[in-house]
C-alpha cells in the first residue's frame, strides 16, 4: 500500500506565503516524479509544478518566479514553498506522486487527499 499525506494548507493574505508537505510511504521500489495539481471551485484541475528524480522542475506559467518545488534527500518528500500569494491561487492543492511498487510493472500516479489554500484579506 501506498500513501501520501499532505500537510501545510491554510488562510493567508494576500502577499503572504505557504509552505506545503507531502510525504510517500509504503511500499515503494522507485518514485519517479513528484508534483503537485490543484483545482479551485469551478476549474479543471491544473498541474501547479513538478519535479524529476533528477531534481528536473516544471511550472505552470501563472506560478513561475513565485512557487518554488523542491524534494528532500530521500527524494520521498516534497515541497511547495509559495510566496506572494494571490487570491487567484486559492484552491485544493493535491499532491501526485509517479511511481512503481515493485519491479517489472508499470510506474502510475498516487494521489494525496488534498489540502485547501485560501488567499485572502
Known amino acids: 500500500q501506498v500513501q501520501l499525506v499532505e500537510s501545510g494548507g491554510g488562510l493567508v493574505q494576500p502577499g503572504g506565503s505557504l509552505r506545503l508537505s507531502c510525504e510517500a510511504s509504503g511500499s515503494i521500489f522507485r518514485l519517479h516524479t513528484m508534483g503537485w495539481y490543484r483545482q479551485a471551485p469551478g476549474k479543471q484541475r491544473e498541474l501547479v509544478a513538478s519535479i524529476t528524480s533528477d531534481d528536473s522542475t516544471n511550472y505552470a506559467d501563472s506560478v513561475k518566479g513565485r512557487f518554488t518545488i523542491s524534494r528532500d534527500n530521500a527524494k520521498t518528500t516534497e515541497y511547495l514553498q509559495m510566496n506572494s500569494l494571490k487570491p487567484e491561487d486559492t484552491a485544493v492543492y493535491y499532491c501526485?506522486?509517479?511511481?512503481?511498487?515493485?519491479?517489472?510493472?508499470?510506474?502510475?500516479?498516487?494521489w494525496g487527499q488534498g489540502t485547501q489554500v485560501t488567499v485572502s484579506s
Open positions: 501526485y506522486a509517479l511511481l512503481q511498487r515493485t519491479s517489472g510493472i508499470p510506474a502510475r500516479n498516487y
